[in-house]
């Protein structure tokens, strides 16, 4: 990089900046960008993913937070005519301001491991734009994204994401593909919105009390856990045994969990 365009990494914005070219080429190779695709990457960083974005000939909007990026970013690439840069917090970002179409949006992103949770919850509300998502994050996080029920991963993260999606946890990547090397062990995963939803609920909201009310307290039976949303017999009425614990439960019992709230008057 050019000298005077040195970037020191920063440890409040997440900044594990990704150097090794086979780990790149490996996450290209499977995001597969083809020139007619609308990509969005989430925090370019110093460009190690952007590069070989824009190389497809694909548009791409990138948002990064860090203001003393975007010289470095606007020197690399400010030139392609396929390539807009948004400053700015990707958890505040509207993504309708992007004017793509329905289900066209390719989000891509090496994530800083302390907005991922908050900010795949902020693109799943935006989910009918989105054709596909390819993130690098902390390899346990992908572990509670693609978990199924019955073990400790199964959670409101699991639950909640793969209502909406189908999860792929790709291949995993070590601390030594980073400058600086984070800590954790880090891992790639696909996120494809359901077409159509395998299980609707009536209000994915109910849903989401009602798997956040059960994870409460994991190790407590679901009529425990529960009681101030459904009777015993209500879970029972829902085809659910109450006697079990929440991490036994898949996403279709909890959305009939949900259903059965949602033909109560709304608990005070
Ligand atoms: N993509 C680059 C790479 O792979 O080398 C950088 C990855 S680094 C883990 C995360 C990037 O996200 C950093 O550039 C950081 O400044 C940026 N970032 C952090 N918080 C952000 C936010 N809320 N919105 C947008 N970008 C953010």
Redesign the pocket.
Known sequence: MNEQYQHKA?KR???????DAGV?DKILRSIRAKPDDRLL??????????AGLLNSGARLDV????KD?VPILNHQFGGKPNFSLHQ????K?DFNSLDAAPGSLRVV???????STP?IFHLLANAALIHDMHF?LQKEVVERLAAGPGGGDWGRLSIMVQYHCRVEHLFNVGPGA?NPPPKVDSAIVRLVPHATLPHPAKDHRVLERVVREAFNQRRKTLRNTLKLLLSADEITAAGVDGGLRPEQLDLAAFVRLADKLSEKPIPA
């Open positions: 920063r914005f997440g900044q594990n900046f990704l150097h790149i990457e989430i925090g370019p960083g110093q460009g190690a993913l952007t948002i990064e937070l860090d990026l700015g917090d990707a958890l970002f992103g090496n994530l800083p491991y302390n907005i900010l690098m980073f």
